[in-house]
Nanobody, 113 residues
Framework: QVRLVESGGGLVQAGGSMRLSCTAS????????MGWYRQAPGKTREMVAT???????NYADSVKGRFTISRDNAKSTVTLQMNSLKPEDTAVYYC???????WGQGTQVTVSS
């Protein structure tokens, strides 16, 4: 059973930075594509960024150039570095193990204007 535990999140002013981390267990992490998704109030959950086992990355257009996804296979961790944050980035951010479909519990990111 895949288990994902997120950390980071909180309140930051517009233009600031924040880092989210997700630690996985119960799978062969190094072989899995991992992703970060977010859900704002009243909106559907959307993909933010994904990273394959070979560290190929994909980003939503809205975060390109501002967010960076990375992974540390030795620590079974995937990280989302968020820079130049905007109020519209406010959402609950979720980590996902794509092969299993498992989700983390989510962490709130709030960007004040």
């Amino acid at each position: 059973q895949v288990r994902l535990v997120e950390s980071g999140g909180g309140l930051v002013q517009a233009g600031g930075s924040m880092r989210l981390s997700c630690t996985a267990s119960g799978s062969i992490f190094s072989r899995n594509t991992m992703g970060w998704y977010r859900q704002a109030p009243g909106k559907t959950r959307e993909m933010v960024a994904t990273i394959t086992s070979g560290s190929s990355t994909n980003y939503a257009d809205s975060v390109k150039g501002r967010f960076t996804i990375s992974r540390d296979n030795a620590k079974s961790t995937v990280t989302l570095q968020m820079n130049s944050l905007k109020p519209e980035d406010t959402a609950v951010y979720y980590c996902k193990n794509l092969p299993s479909g498992a989700w983390g519990q989510g962490t709130q990111v709030t960007v004040s204007s």
